[in-house]
């Protein structure tokens, strides 16, 4: 197994949360010499350093500055998200009743029947009291073993089950966690979780997620079947990129965001003013004017990393008649005249050379006119910061599923193109 594919599927054993997803990019970076720095204090930079800073926990950026980097350098930025479609907690989570059974909420938008069956745990962050009103102790937790499964309703209860059936997502989607429990189970499990007491915890940012473990499939296991791989394969690539980057000019970053699945309007979200906060903060740090930070800014390039979809095996029909990819036939460069994908041929030919130059494998990507496909990070962003901008990403089949399948091959040069374009 080649050892980006090695390296993605550690990290996507430990991404059960977007808090965890941003804890394991930010333990690479520093396991690399990256420095810790803080958006509410003072930065004091140096050339030929590289450094990272965590966004309300969920959202982390990295950048590097160039031990030759002048006036005028090129800005260049790689974007994904930590997030997925999931179930998430509600709070009074505990629903009265026979069984032990949470009451959640459904995150974006997964493919619902396949969260039913399956070993499914508890992680994310959790708010406990502290001395300090207005500093909260932030934990993060995972219980890290199954704790809980939907269960789906018999064929015998249930006969029409094979022509499709509708799940109700207040109905149909709850964990059972066992029989019956004592009044407050769940905060209490929480509590012991964190050898807290319960009336301790205060707030809490939970999801479930599935257990089951990336494996190679295929005769001659050349795909990844995993939970995640939207769009952990992106985190991963754009980490490995920076870090192994060899420029010596200029400013490479990374921006990984947080609840893209639910449209990025948040603080923490691509559709936001963190980036350019981030970045102007950047170049003042640096001593640079603010003309010139808008001037980095309009002769920078980005590239927007998210899955796209490969051609279904069984229904090639639900594809674009002539820009269709399959499994291992390398990046996707994702394009539509809508601009829900950013599509710039300028920015997409840089791509193109770069990839030529390097020999990594690529192929253009359309959606069917009559399918519209889902939005990505690159026009948001690039709404906020106008510069030359490309979506990209590895194709992968049944994307939101509880578990997706990509191509070995085509996270190799991913992550290949990562590094160029770093260098």
Known sequence: MNQDIKTLCKMLEKSVSPFHAVEAAAEQL????????????????????GYYLKAYGSTLIGFTIGEERRKGDMLRMEAAHTDWPCLKIKPLPE??????????????????????????????????RSKKVFEPEVRLVDFKR????????????????????????????????????????????LAKELSVKPEDILDYELNLY???????????????????????????????????????DG???IALFDNEEVGSKT????????????????YLSLGESREEYLNAVAGGMLLSVDVAHAIHPNHPEKCDITNQIYLNEGVALKQSGTQRYATDCEAVAIVEQLCRKNKISYKKFANRSDIPGGSTLGSLASSHLPMKTVDMGVPILAMHSARETMGVKDQENLCRLMRAFFS
């Open 30 to 49: 520093k396991k690399s010499g990256y420095e810790e720095i803080f958006l509410d204090k003072e930065w004091k930079l140096q050339n030929g350093k």
């Open 95 to 128: 629903k009265p009743g026979s069984y032990a059974l949470l009451n959640v909420e459904v995150y974006g938008g997964p493919v619902l029947n396949t969260w039913l069956d399956r070993p499914l745990s508890v992680a994310g962050r959790v708010a406990v």
């Open 146 to 189: 199954p704790v809980c499964v939907i269960p789906n309703l018999a064929i015998h209860m249930n006969r029409k089950v094979n022509e499709g059936v509708e799940l109700n997502r207040q109905v149909d989607m709850l964990p059972l966690f066992g029989g019956k429990q004592d009044d407050n189970w769940f905060m209490k499990a």
């Open 210 to 248: 599935n257990t089951d473990k990336a494996e190679p499939a295929g005769l001659e296991e050349d795909m990844l079947c995993a939970p995640r791989i939207d769009n952990i394969t992106s985190v991963q690539a754009c980490v490995t990129g920076l870090i192994d980057g060899k420029r010596k």
């Open 251 to 253: 400013i490479n970053l």
């Open 267 to 282: 603080k923490q979200g691509g559709d936001s003013s963190l980036l350019t906060l981030v970045l102007e903060k950047l």
